[in-house]
């Protein structure tokens, strides 16, 4: 997981006061009460992604900017961001402009193993890192900013909580846009079409665990319909149904979120860093089980960054493995739990017992 995300410094965004230098590991879970700030650790990430694409800051940020200073303008001039990944690391500073726009300042990469640093400028709409990587390297065919560039593309946000009967996941999707899983499995269906063909067995894998929480399933039906060759959606059979074809809006908000999130921590090729917003939204508890074996395992082949709300997630995992979120004086605080700590209270309560009991804080905060 070279390009996984070990190292992060975010200064005035949203509610995310100062948060210097946290360490993130392979496996990541973020709890945390209402409004603490989990979501805005997400909207970081969905930021980056957005300076990734020409006129990506511009078209997120919408003529917003002063919505994602903490406390507002008046409070805080600028974002700070410094990212550490492997040998490399990005860092800059968003200043707002009267229009309510972001200007990119003092954008720098790094390349730790030399000490060296390549200043890309000041006073820029979109990050001038998708000019500079490009460039040749001092002693390589490729320069830092190429490192740093593809190391932030590889890290992919998954949001499957739009599982309505005009959600992408349910609907006719482009055949030819299968390389990789959208943000909200809206090509869900090409995509495993993809996976049957040339992955035959992690696609098995997925099958195979779909059952465990879906017994009538039995397999997708991966083929055009109508004489359309062009689109694909997401088709299946029933056990015991096999001449019947089922359709994408006869499966249930949580069988069909299930699915998106098994796809997504069993692809073959995974993302160096998987960021997913409460996935145990409308899961079955024993699917909530079979949810946090999915992640254990996914964390050994890439990071995992988890927010979740569910007491039932939580005590499948360490207490190592937990951040937890917290608000004070209006900003949020990011906290990883000590197994030592808690060692005694464990004897006798899970970690989500200790969380519903507010031991662990992370519960609706009163200031």
Known sequence: MECSLDKLTIKGFKSIKSL???ELKNLNILIGGNGAGKSNFIDFFRMISAMMKLSGLKEFIAGNADVYLFGGPKETKKITINMNFGDNGYNFELA????????INNEQVHYFRFKSIRNLGSGNFDARLLEDKDSSGAYSEHGVSWYTYNAICSWQIYHFHDTSKEAGMRRYHDMGNNEKLETDASNIAPFL??????????????????????????????KSEN?????????????????????????SDGAIRFICLTTALLQPEPPSTIIIDEPELGLHPYAIEILAELLHA??????????????????????????????????????????????????DYSLGNLWCKNVISGGPSHE
């Open 193 to 222: 079409l993809k996976l049957r063909d040339n992955y035959r067995d992690a696609y098995q894998e997925i099958i195979e665990t779909v059952r465990l929480v879906i017994p009538f399933f039995d397999d997708f039906i991966l």
């Open 20 to 22: 210097e230098n946290f």
């Open 227 to 251: 004489g359309n060759s062009e689109t694909l959606r997401l088709c299946w059979r029933q056990k015991g149904l096999k001449d019947y074809p089922m359709r994408p809006n006869q499966l």
């Open 96 to 103: 707002p402009t009267e229009e309510s726009f972001f200007l």
């Open 298 to 347: 996914a964390s050994k082949r890439m990071q995992v960054i988890v927010s979740t709300q569910s007491p039932a997630l939580v005590d499948c995992f360490e207490p190592n493995d937990v951040i937890v979120v917290n608000r004070k004086d209006g900003a949020s605080t990011f906290q990883h739990l000590n197994t030592d700590e808690l060692s005694v209270w464990l004897e």
